[in-house]
């Protein structure tokens, strides 16, 4: 079935700083925007934002963040209130924005943040394009190089495509929103605030990241010593080489090598997953690594990670931390919607800590973490679990 809505017609490429100024005061004049980027964290050991997609009313548009050295021009269209930025699945787009240039979002319309809220089971921007325009992406080209150019046509009409539809997609989805009832107009409401709030995380390498591989658990404390030697041996290649620690080696494959604790490169053959040509480049580095966990002492209790919030909670927060998550969880069946919605991990980890802890609506609402939507709907129930 042919998609409704403007004509596709060539994309606009922009490339030089001159093109953006132009491109940014067209998009000032707007009401509603579509917004999406495109990284190379496959590719590099730092992703860069290499694509920011804009489609309006009067095009779609593709910025190039390689070729312009100055961003500036769009701060006002992300910060402006008058102007409805729409995103699909937003969050990594927002921080990639911010981690390029110090953007603030205002008016920000999540459309699978919509589609969460009315219980739709795939959430991905093809389905949905599928069942609202009979428009099939082509996803191959998700996974490709964003960061080499030139780019391909085939590269940029898929780029395009990914905000193309989307200021339809964002007014169907409020209308049945709307239908659904209040609580879906304002737990929508209230995660898009939280993703335009967001503050990029430091790109810092924790040495004690490891203890949060799969399979780290089932090593012995000479083990856990190292796995914790590799994993920094492997971000330094990493770093030194511009690769993706993963493309270095596995996460499955450093736990197996800790695990088994070769020896020597014949040893090193056996491992399942470390191939020829990867003991060929690291296979030196690893033996290394190895040789040096020996002469350290063994890990006997796994690290609290850096990035792990739950983590850093004392025995009886965590006890509230679990009884709030089973509430969450029922909650949120109840209702068929992603638990995130009905309460977000970072406030479901600050009311586990929260001093002192509330007892009525009244404290729920003083202690600053809950809007008084989210109270009014759920407060018997957070305070149940709070206990």
């Given at each position: 079935m042919p998609a409704p809505g403007r004509a596709l017609t060539a994309p606009s490429y922009v490339d030089t700083d001159e093109g953006l100024r132009r491109l940014a005061q067209r998009l000032l004049?707007?009401?509603?925007?579509?917004?999406?980027t495109e990284s190379n964290s496959l590719f590099a050991h730092r992703e860069r934002l290499c694509l920011i997609q804009v489609s309006s009313a009067h095009g779609d548009f593709l910025v190039d963040p390689l070729a312009i050295r100055d961003l500036s021009p769009l701060v006002p269209v992300?910060?402006?209130a008058g102007i409805v930025?729409?995103?699909?699945d937003a969050e990594y787009d927002i921080i990639a924005l911010k981690r390029a240039h110090p953007f603030e979002f205002a008016s920000v319309f999540d459309t699978k943040v919509a589609a969460m809220s009315?219980?739709?089971?795939?959430?991905?921007l093809a389905a949905a394009l599928s069942e609202h325009f009979g428009v099939q992406l082509d996803k191959r080209l998700q996974r490709s190089d964003w960061g080499h150019r030139p780019l391909s046509d085939e590269q940029k009409e898929y780029a395009r495509l990914d905000t193309h539809y989307l200021t339809e997609l964002a007014q169907r989805l409020r209308t049945q929103l709307i239908e659904a009832g209040e609580i879906h107009v304002l737990e929508v409401a209230s995660e898009c605030r939280r993703l335009m709030a967001q503050v990029p995380p430091p790109r810092t390498f924790d040495?004690?990241?490891?203890?949060?591989l799969r399979g780290v658990e089932?090593?012995?404390p000479a083990g856990r010593r190292r796995l914790r030697e590799l994993f920094g041996v492997r971000e330094r290649i990493a770093a030194d080489r511009d690769l993706p620690p993963f493309k270095v080696l596995h996460n499955d494959t450093l736990v197996e090598i800790a695990r088994r604790a070769p020896q020597s490169a014949a040893d090193?053959?056996?491992?399942?997953?470390?191939?020829?040509?990867?003991?060929e480049r690291f296979g030196g580095a690893v033996l290394s690594a190895l040789r040096r966990a020996e002469r350290l002492r063994p890990i006997e209790d796994l690290p609290r990670c850096e990035n792990d919030g739950a983590l850093r909670l004392s025995p009886a927060q965590r006890r509230v931390h679990e009884r709030l998550r089973t509430w969450r969880k029922s909650a949120a069946a109840a209702r068929r919607v992603d638990a995130s919605l009905v309460l977000p991990r970072g406030v479901l980890e600050a009311l586990a800590t929260a001093r002192p802890r509330p007892r009525d609506t009244d404290g729920l609402l003083a202690c600053g973490l809950l809007e008084p939507w989210r109270v009014a709907h759920y407060g018997a129930g957070i305070l149940a679990a709070l206990g």
């Open positions: 004049g707007e009401r509603a925007i579509a917004v999406d992300f910060a402006g930025k729409v995103f699909h009315l219980g739709r089971h795939s959430l991905g040495p004690d990241g490891y203890a949060t089932s090593l012995d090193l053959h056996a491992v399942p997953g470390l191939f020829p040509k990867l003991i």
